[in-house]
Nanobody, 128 residues
């Protein structure tokens, strides 16, 4: 059974930092791309960042590029999202997702549709 478990969310002041973790289990994710998405109240779930597990190639949304960094730890089977210079507009539930690249032509997807597995989410709240 595939499991993605996010952790690390919380309340932080604007300008502060948080590191989210996504622990994976249930299969080998070397043929997957991992993504972080977020959803604020009343808004659509949006892409934040992604990483191709095998190649390590990464992608970011324009709103977080230069502030957030996605990374992975192969030994720990964990993906991280380091979030610096946080802003109130970063407040959202953050979700980890996994996309099988076996049947996907790109390194990862900016859209939520192709992702096969999702975590339960972790709340990030940034106060002004």
């Amino acid at each position: 059974q595939v499991q993605l478990v996010e952790s690390g969310g919380g309340l932080v002041q604007a300008g502060g930092s948080l590191r989210l973790s996504c622990a994976t289990a249930g299969r080998t994710f070397s043929t997957y791309a991992m993504g972080w998405f977020r959803q604020a109240p009343g808004k659509e779930r949006e892409f934040v960042a992604a990483i191709r597990w095998s190649a390590g190639s990464t992608g970011y949304s324009d709103s977080v590029r230069g502030r957030f960094t996605i990374s992975k730890d192969n030994a720990a089977n964990t993906v991280y999202l380091q979030m610096n210079s946080l802003k109130p507009e970063d407040t959202a539930v953050y979700y980890c997702a996994a996309l099988s690249t076996r049947y996907y032509s790109g390194p990862y997807s900016y859209d939520r549709g192709p992702y096969n597995y999702w975590g339960q989410g972790t709340q990030v709240t940034v106060s002004s």
